[in-house]
Each structure stands twice: as structure tokens, then as C-alpha cells.
């Protein structure tokens, strides 16, 4: 009779683990779900942040860039300095963006004799310096080695005739955005003293 007494209640307790085992596996289920909406959800936000900082970037390295001088150490340091860097010296929460992939490009101005349209070119020869740019400027302003405009944009580095797209790097996991590209944000803005000091010296 004690065994019966007891056998509703070991059905009741057998019953008890079944439903928390379940509960269990809908929990599993559900926190899959709520993790990959979360991390789905932090991965755009960044893309988008990515989008809007590297053009920000570019228009800081344009600005540093028309008014300094165009030698490479300065260039470097305008990198360095554009990129909102972080202690390594990298874009903060922009990998793989370094300054490497900063590429800042020195443009000249052809007029066509015939309609007189302008157009912009890569320099024919970089100046030995900026009084050397500013003297040829002064001389005649649509020369193919007179710098007119200062042009940045974000490449994939090590590809010099082509700008080609940075891959974007996936922070975050449940997201696949393995085959996107970072957009080839670009600012061209007018040089401006390029570092030239009224009366310096030539070259």
C-alpha cells in the first residue's frame, strides 16, 4: 500500500524534470534567436558608423593636407593624425582601416585649349618643394606639375595605378559579411599653401 501511496507522486516528480528539460531546450532555442538579432543588430550599426567615419577621415586628411607640406614624413603624420586613432594608432573600432589604407594624391588642372574645359589629372612630377609649387602656379596655374587640388581616399593599400575597395572585417559573429566592401570614401578639396611660407627661399 506505501508503494501506492507514492506512485502518483513519483509520476508527479518524473513529470516535473520532463517539462524543466524542455524549458531547457525552448530557452537554448530562443536565446539563439535573441543573440543573433542582438549581434545582427550591433554588426549594422557598425557598418554604418564605418561608412560615415571614413569620410569623415578623408575630409580631415584633406583639410591637414592642402595646407601642409607634401613630403612623405609629413604625409604620414597627416595619416596618423586623420585616422581618430586609437592607442595602436589605428581607426577606433575600424579594422582593419590603418593609415596605410589613407592614400592622399596631389592633382593637377588641364584646360582644353578648344572648350575650355577643366579637368583634373595626376600630377605630371611632384615639386621639389612648396615654393617650387608656388612659383610654378604663379607662372602659369594649368601647368601639369603645378599642384591645384589635394584628393584623399581610402584604398586597399599596395595597389598603386587602382583604387581598390578594403574588405569589411566582421565584428561581431551570426552576420555574414564576409563579401562586402568598404565604400571608397574620397574628398578632393582645393590645395591651399601646401606648408608655403610667403618669402621662402627656393628649393
Known amino acids: 500500500m506505501l508503494g501506492n501511496n507514492h506512485q502518483p507522486y513519483r509520476r508527479f516528480k518524473s513529470l516535473g524534470?520532463?517539462?524543466?528539460?524542455?524549458?531547457a531546450i525552448e530557452f537554448a532555442l530562443l536565446a539563439i534567436i535573441f543573440l543573433m538579432v542582438i549581434f545582427g543588430v550591433l554588426e549594422m550599426a557598425r557598418l554604418i558608423y564605418m561608412i560615415n567615419i571614413l569620410q569623415?577621415?578623408?575630409?580631415?586628411a584633406g583639410k591637414m593636407a592642402a595646407n601642409s607640406n607634401f613630403d612623405g614624413d609629413t604625409r604620414n603624420a597627416i595619416r596618423s593624425k586623420a585616422l581618430f586613432p586609437d592607442t595602436k594608432g589605428n581607426l577606433v573600432f575600424g579594422a582593419p582601416?590603418?593609415?596605410?589604407?589613407l592614400r592622399i594624391d596631389y592633382l593637377s588642372i588641364?584646360?582644353?585649349?578648344?572648350?575650355?574645359?577643366?579637368?583634373?589629372?595626376?600630377?605630371a612630377s611632384m615639386p621639389a618643394c612648396p615654393a617650387q609649387n608656388y612659383a610654378t602656379c604663379m607662372a602659369n596655374p594649368y601647368h601639369a606639375s603645378c599642384i591645384r587640388l589635394v584628393r584623399v581616399r581610402i584604398c586597399q593599400p599596395g595597389d598603386a595605378?587602382?583604387?581598390?575597395?578594403?574588405?569589411?572585417?566582421?565584428?561581431?559573429?551570426?552576420?555574414?559579411?564576409s563579401g562586402l566592401k568598404l565604400?571608397?570614401?574620397?574628398?578632393?578639396i582645393p590645395a591651399?599653401?601646401?606648408?608655403?611660407?610667403?618669402?621662402?627661399?627656393?628649393c
Open 17 to 23: 524534470r520532463k517539462q524543466r528539460g524542455g524549458a
Open 56 to 60: 569623415e577621415v578623408t575630409r580631415r
Open 97 to 101: 582601416v590603418t593609415p596605410a589604407h
Open 110 to 123: 588641364a584646360r582644353d585649349g578648344g572648350t575650355g574645359a577643366l579637368t583634373p589629372q595626376a600630377i
Open 161 to 177: 595605378d587602382n583604387c581598390t575597395p578594403v574588405p569589411y572585417k566582421m565584428q561581431f559573429p551570426f552576420l555574414d559579411l
Open 183 to 188: 565604400p571608397r570614401s574620397e574628398t578632393i
Open 192 to 202: 591651399n599653401t601646401l606648408g608655403y611660407k610667403v618669402g621662402a627661399g627656393p
